[in-house]
């Protein structure tokens, strides 16, 4: 049977209609019935969503045409290379909501490539929590059940350019700004699940650490990972992974299997091709650190040097973890 089409633009259905306009066999004038009926929840939709048809010549223009449709613009209230602090949180049956586990993500613009840090030291627990509270009871009151992830921006007292102390220790008089809720299944999430499915990671809410089974014998071990969910690089599309990730183990660059401490390189999303994911674990914050540098140098090398730097984004990655003090 036909596929129907994404609900993305007039155009795509418009295209798509036309394949289907001259059923010429029983099967296919069935499938037009059915798909007829599709069509009209297509058009439901698209109208029911502001739909930008042609391009802008400016961003004035833009703003004022998206202000038209209902689009709200809110100002970012911090600097744009202000850390965030994040929680992940799961609302499940019964009045139970619970932590699932909190990072601080360090990026240079607000919503770009961004390296984490597990768990957050960033505030104390307590004050993360009383952040937390309001949202989490007030989205409780509306029925939301399943996972979601809530970000805070940290806004210091005195501006600063850059800091180490934003990312170990924030300084007195910083701000928890909440900037954003997601009530989907985010990147952070699914980090959390790999944690906890692979190295049987859990974190406590009341102290706000993060612990894992590693040693001879099997031991809980304070954990701390340091990751980014997209390493982006043309080379990486030259590569069979099975290969890259023979060359990184001899590179020292791997789990390993008693302490279950090291660097977990796997696949990323649709666009595997070209991008990957990285989580470095060390019973000691400095020491993931020191472990993704090398990492991110290890890829490098192995990779075409040559690459137009707007087609990887390593570099960026490793600046954004060293202008907050992180050094390799």
């Known amino acids: 049977m036909t596929s129907a089409p994404p609900p993305t633009t007039h155009a795509c259905v418009s295209a798509w209609r036309c394949g289907l306009s001259r059923p010429c066999t029983v099967l296919q004038i069935l499938q037009r019935e059915a798909i007829s009926r599709f069509e009209l929840e297509i058009d439901a939709l698209l109208a029911a969503h502001a739909v930008v048809p042609v391009p802008h010549i400016d961003w004035a223009e833009y703003q004022s045409h998206f202000l038209g449709l209902g689009g709200l613009l809110e100002a970012w209230p911090c600097p744009l290379a202000t850390p ?42 307590t004050t993360l929590l009383d952040a937390l509270r309001p949202i989490t ?44 809720v997601d009530p989907r299944t985010t990147d952070s999430q699914l980090l959390v699940g790999l944690l906890r499915a692979r190295f049987n990671a859990s974190f406590d809410e009341q102290t706000g650490s993060m612990s894992f089974l590693g040693g001879e014998p099997k031991t809980r071990q304070p954990g701390f990972v340091v990751g980014a969910a997209q390493l982006r690089h043309a080379g990486f599309a030259a590569m069979d992974h099975a290969v890259l990730r023979i060359l990184c183990e001899a590179r020292g660059i791997c789990i390993a299997p008693v302490t279950q401490t090291g660097t977990l390189i796997l696949p990323y999303g649709a666009d595997a091709s070209t991008s990957l994911g990285i989580l470095c674990l060390d019973t000691a914050r400095q020491g993931a650190v020191d472990m993704f540098f090398r990492s991110i140098n290890v890829l490098e090398m192995e990779c075409d040097s040559g690459a137009d730097r707007a087609e990887q984004n390593l570099d960026q990655l490793s600046a954004c973890l060293r202008e907050w003090g992180a050094h390799g």
């Open 137 to 180: 009871t007030q989205l409780h009151s509306a029925g939301v059940l399943g996972a979601l992830t809530v970000s805070f921006a940290l806004v210091p007292a005195v501006p600063t350019r850059r800091s180490s102390v934003m990312v170990d220790r924030a300084p007195v008089g910083t701000t928890l700004v909440p900037v954003r």
């Open 84 to 125: 965030m602090v994040v929680a992940d949180v799961s609302f499940e049956p019964g009045a139970t909501v619970r932590i699932l586990a909190t990072h601080t993500r360090i990026a240079r613009t607000p919503f770009g490539d961004a390296v984490v840090v597990y768990p957050q030291t960033s505030v104390d627990n």
